[in-house]
């Protein structure tokens, strides 16, 4: 028992620090591409709305074609065949050099793309719950439409949406595993090492879990208090 | 013209790699739906009642039904079928003397399990969203009309939940099939799975080409079938 | 120039693996090391799943791969190999009270065979036993494989000889035997570069020769098996 | 034929201004009833005799526990201290006899509260069928007598969502029949409708009231007060503060709280 | 001071019998106006000529196109034919002339339309501050003098949830206000309302009125038309049927249809 408590350990052959850093990728991945994808859902949203034919297809394109493709194909195509297209683009350009696209900078530009392409379908059921009288109450008041937009509909958006895009986190916590497939490695891939090294699967799979609950657990309150910040006007409701 | 066709797909399709993975490639399809429609149903029957218990004002009730939900949607997939295949597929004795070896001994039902689980603490959630979408004057009407619980939640919240509930419900279901491929974690290869290890041996991205096709065709027919329910679910919706 | 990047997969112990550190180590990483030495290049060595290698390699990430990759037709289609810098056989290892009689395929019509995926052995498993009427399960890492075999759902384990050896030797529990080595799967396990890489292939096969000659290697084999494996 | 005109051709009790105190047998009877919203007192010792065929308007301001009484009535709120005889079973114990007594209470609400997904008739039957095990066949040709009785028997196909607002209002009333109340309650059934939409469906009230069944009313159109109830209640902060006829509380109000409502609605 | 108070002490223009023909300015002019919902022709040839200062009451049947009329005037709704010229500018032409003439007309919608997440006063400055340009303490002064007329200057911090319907109409009529409107659309502002509520917010109107702004308004309420109105417009089925003094339409309606409508709504 010690024995095992001792593999988790911080010190000399410990793989406290290991499985610590694994989750800080995890994470750090996951935060980067929060700022890209949600953004990225929104305005996917906005124009699958949009009255115009065009940016509603490709809406509807994007939507489907990055909830439908495997998040591990959509990495790799990322990694590798952007890689492998641009490589040979220089060389037509007669630029000789070597051309890379860093792994987590690949791994942020594919998950941001699928948790746009999810987002995108809670940004527009969220939509759908923002009254037609706010925009004409805005549009009476005569203010602009990025007005409307940032000040009326977004917060409002926002609190509707968070349950919605509090999956979509979550499912992206866990995606991040495929990672390891780019030699990113994040806290599954920290596990599966040490497993191979110390043949006890059972324990750190056991501690794995314990640790993405414990990730799940803080993105809870985190956002329970974004839903209590952007809820404030429900609260006090009769 | 087909002649045509088949050489313009001959540029595409490698005739050699088609040959030797084409067949094993439908089999993993056959697995992903297998695997997912079965665990599907039953985490649907599951998720129900969990939605319900998740809802109860009884604490004994409730306090089990959200840790479930909290354990099963917060954690990795991956890691729940391994420990719950290998892991407690270690305790070979203690099966054997429960005569439950037979189920622990398969892949099948290990992964069946798993996603059942898995699925069941999603769809959980998606039910009590879909629940509480519900006007409350719904019940009181029943009520004041007399009608029994069962009538109630059969005839009059169920239609109206299902319309809310469709649209997470699709997308639970575009991500099980996608999440199949953990499957091959303990030995059960779907369309993915097979992908894998054809890549593995080939080093050909084409077959990941396939996998894709396959998995967008997939998506696409469930978001035609989920829009066709959904108008018919609607009926009343006037537009 | 002369900053060779080597891609080791991290998760084959003991010729390759990732202490609690991060730090690569085993009979790969003391020969990749070594070659470096005897080229004077200098060397960083990269942790990459397996999955991904051979496109790694192919996207230049990094420049040669030493993770004992076997020489097989497929893969040499698309990567070159250099010379062998060690044999292995494939073997297979059974339940202490197994009535199997022996490795030879027509034994293993019925049984339920397990090896590591996209590796030599997984093909060996489906291209022969499979073939031959055995059901083949492939896992992702030889340790499930290992872990199966323990709890009985597996009547037999193909694996490559020496890992397998420490595996029965360290964590089998017990369970288990050698059941015997496969004859004719000998197999070259080679440096693999990218396609076309000419000069640097010949700068490894020099320095496999040096490393030969001037008893390294063989310091570095007996350090882990206690025998010359080359 | 109209509801209005339909009317005429009934017998019309008229509202009976010697209703009180009089033989009718009571049907409704509340002893020392106290409901709490939390810590929030909504209804305060209140005792309340109805007798059958009787027709009471309950009015009062916004949030003065009007809802609040009527839905304690038919159980939807829970009551925590005193006791409700229906038929003279006590419905706040959850019983059999609680149960019988209670399916004589029809009650129709603000926002009709029909089920969407259902057509007209489906409503109608939905009851019937399921709680008195009554045929299809059964349960659909006293669904269309009834929709008939409130106009609106050529919509039977129709569902909800496709109605105006009085319209389902008065599909409302229809379902609420099918199940042959002796009772029925009323939650402000206007409220939430068009002006236009507001007589019609107290046509058919009206009508109703012309039947002899026991009828309790929320409502603010004074007219219709005035010309059908026999009582009418005034609420304040869960106090009954008058409880006359109408000819009387319109006339003269007795409380200073009463005076000061009528000013501001009528 | 409550607002009927205060209404004493302001002059009261009263109702001008004689606004017909007058030598005002016309603010608003619309010429051969036809609006479509599809294939729905739900407004046919509008003429109609606004004065300065003139109260307009626009009434009818529901669905007889009163919003949609005074929607097109805003631009809320796109018209297919003919004209609107605002202070004579072409509003239909979305154009900078256009919006500034726009900026003159304000409107209150039924159901408020404040916005939920903003507190009392911040939904009263964001469209000065943003629109404007002006300070926030610019805004904020102006908004808590408006927020006054209305009787609303104590709430200043509340999110509208907080509040009862007639107080968010209130507000929502201050918010209107601050953005010093010439012209002021109201579509059935106490249609939502309580009735106990729908006399303050009345209150607040007759009192805006007789500060000598444009209004045109659609509502039910009959008593405040009759109060208040110069002109009443009777709309059905997209046309303007009849356009008289309240007085002359109260006592005998020109039209058939107008007196239908009279008769199911008084
Ligand atoms: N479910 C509830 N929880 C807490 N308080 C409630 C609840 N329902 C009603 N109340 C409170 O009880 C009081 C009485 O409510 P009730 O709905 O009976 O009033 P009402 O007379 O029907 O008013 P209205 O004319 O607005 O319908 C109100 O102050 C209300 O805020
Ligand atoms: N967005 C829309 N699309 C299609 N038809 C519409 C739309 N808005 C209104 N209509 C139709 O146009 C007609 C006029 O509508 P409008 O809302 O102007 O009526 P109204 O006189 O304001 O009625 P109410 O008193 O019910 O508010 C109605 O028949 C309505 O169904
Ligand atoms: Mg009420
Ligand atoms: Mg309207």
């Known amino acids: 028992m010690l024995d095992l408590l001792s593999l988790l350990s911080f010190g000399q052959g410990g793989w406290g620090n290991a499985l610590l850093l694994g989750t800080l990728v995890t994470i750090a991945l996951a935060l980067t591409c929060v700022p890209i994808g949600l953004p990225l859902g929104l305005l996917v949203a906005v124009g699958a709305r949009s009255k115009r034919r065009l940016p509603r297809a490709a809406a509807t394109v994007f939507s489907t074609v990055f909830r439908g493709l495997p998040e591990l194909l959509t990495l790799l195509l990322v990694y590798y065949g952007a890689q492998i297209a641009i490589q040979h683009l220089l060389e037509r350009m007669g630029y000789a050099g070597e051309f890379h696209i860093n792994a987590f900078f690949a791994a942020v530009v594919a998950f941001s793309l699928v948790l746009a392409a999810f987002s995108s379908e809670v940004w527009l059921g969220a939509f759908k719950t923002i009254p037609k009288g706010q925009y004409e109450a805005a549009r009476s008041l005569g203010l602009s439409r990025r007005t409307t937009f940032v000040r009326i509909i ?22 991040s595993s495929l990672v390891s497939t780019i030699s990113l490695v994040d806290l599954m891939r920290q596990t599966n090492l040490a497993v191979s090294a110390t043949k006890q699967p059972m324990l750190f799979y056991f501690v794995c879990c314990l640790l993405y609950l414990l990730l799940s657990a803080l993105s809870g309150v985190v956002f329970n208090r974004a839903e209590r910040r952007f809820g404030r006007h429900v609260q006090g409701a009769r | 013209m087909s002649e045509l066709v088949m050489s313009l797909l001959g540029y595409v399709i490698d005739p050699e790699l088609l040959e030797r993975y084409g067949a094993r490639m439908l089999e993993g399809l056959g697995i992903t739906i297998k695997l997912v429609a ?109 009608l029994s619980r069962f009538t109630t939640m059969v005839r009059v919240v169920l239609p109206q939940s299902m319309l809310v509930a469709l649209g997470p419900l699709g997308n639970e279901l575009i991500l099980m099939i996608k999440a199949s491929a953990i499957a091959s974690l303990v030995t059960v290869y779907d369309v993915m799975g097979v992908a894998r290890l054809a890549f593995s041996r080939s080093f050909d991205f084409e077959v990941y080409l396939w996998a894709a096709v396959l998995y967008l065709i997939i998506v696409e027919i469930i978001r035609r079938a989920l829009k066709r329910i959904e108008a018919r679910l609607s009926r009343h919706v006037v537009p | 120039q002369d900053a060779i990047r080597i891609g080791i997969e991290g998760a084959y112990p003991p010729f390759n693996a990732v202490d609690a550190k991060g730090q690569l180590y085993g009979f790969d990483v003391d020969i990749a090391n070594a070659l470096c030495a005897a080229m004077k290049a200098k060397c960083t060595l990269v942790a990459q799943d397996w999955d991904g290698m051979i496109p790694a390699l192919v996207a230049r990430k ?35 009270d197994s009535k199997i009689p022996g490795v030879d395929a027509k034994y293993m019509k019925g049984k339920t065979v397990g090896a590591q995926s996209s590796s030599t052995q997984g093909m060996y498993a489906e291209d022969v036993y499979g073939k031959a ?80 000659a001037d008893g390294t290697y063989q310091k570095i084999s007996l350090k882990y098996f206690g025998a010359d494996i080359y | 034929m109209s509801v209005t005109d339909a009317l005429a051709t009934e017998q019309n009790h008229g509202p009976r201004a010697d209703a009180h105190g009089d033989d009718r047998p009571v049907v409704i009877q509340i002893r020392g009833m106290n409901k709490w919203y939390g810590s929030y007192h909504a209804l305060h010792d209140i005792d309340l005799d109805v007798r059958q065929g009787e027709r009471i308007i309950l009015c009062g301001p916004s949030g003065s526990g009007k809802s609040t009484l009527i839905r304690c009535i038919n ?79 050529h919509l039977t196909g129709q569902f909800p969502t496709q109605l105006s607002g009085g319209q389902q209002q008065r599909v409302a009333i229809a379902r609420t029949l099918c199940m042959d109340p002796k009772i029925i309650l009323f939650d402000e059934p206007t409220a939430a409708l068009d002006p236009e939409m507001v007589k019609e469906v107290l046509d058919v009230m009206v009508r109703l009231a012309n039947t002899g069944i026991t009828m309790l009313c929320v409502t603010h159109e004074m007219g219709f007060a005035r010309q059908m109830a026999e009582r009418v209640l005034f609420l304040d902060q869960g106090v009954i503060l008058e409880d006359t006829p109408p000819q009387d509380f319109f006339a003269a109000p007795r409380t200073e709280r009463a005076r000061a409502f009528l000013k501001q609605i009528l």
């Open chain 3, 133 to 212: 009427g055995a059901d083949v399960r492939l896992y992702p890492t030889p340790d499930e494989a290992g872990a199966d075999l323990i709890a009985g759902r597996l009547d037999a384990m193909v694996h490559d000889k020496f890992p397998l050896l420490e595996w029965l030797q360290k964590n089998s529990e017990g369970c288990c035997k050698l059941l015997g080595e496969i004859p004719g799967t000998e197999g070259d396990t080679s440096i693999a570069l990218r396609k076309g890489d000419d000069a640097l292939k010949q700068r490894f096969n020099q320095a496999i020769k040096d490393i030969r």
């Open chain 1, 154 to 175: 977004l917060p409002q958006l926002m609190r509707v949406a968070l349950p919605g895009l509090s999956n979509n986190w979550l499912t992206l916590l866990k995606d």
């Open chain 3, 62 to 96: 990094f420049d040669a791969v030493v993770s004992s990759m076997v020489n097989t037709e497929e893969r040499s289609r698309r990567v070159d190999f250099t010379d062998p810098y060690y044999r292995t056989r494939l073997a297979v290892a059974v339940p202490k």
């Open chain 2, 38 to 146: 079965l665990s599907y149903f039953l985490g649907l029957l599951l998720g129900w009642m969990l939605a319900l218990g998740r809802m109860s004002g009884n604490k004994a009730v409730q306090l089990p039904c959200r840790a479930y939900i909290y354990f099963f949607r917060g954690s990795p997939l991956l890691a729940q079928l391994f420990l719950l295949y290998y892991g407690l597929g270690s305790l070979r004795g203690f099966w054997q003397d429960v005569g439950l070896w037979w189920f622990f001994r398969d892949a099948w039902y290990c992964s069946v399990l798993a996603f059942t689980l898995n699925t069941a603490a999603y769809q959980a959630e998606i039910f009590r969203g879909s629940l509480l979408a519900i006007p409350k004057g719904q019940y009181e009407a029943c009520r004041a009309l007399g």
């Open chain 4, 75 to 153: 159980q939807l709120e829970q009551i925590e201290q005193g006791s409700i005889h229906i038929h003279g079973a006590d419905v706040t114990r959850q019983d059999k006899p609680a149960q019988v007594a209670l399916r004589d209470v029809g009650m129709v609400f603000q926002h009709f509260n029909l089920f969407p997904h259902m057509t007209v008739l489906d409503n109608c039957t939905l009851a019937p069928m399921s709680v008195k095990g009554m045929s299809r066949r059964q349960a659909e040709e006293s669904a269309r007598e009834r929709l008939e009785k409130v106009g609106m028997a």
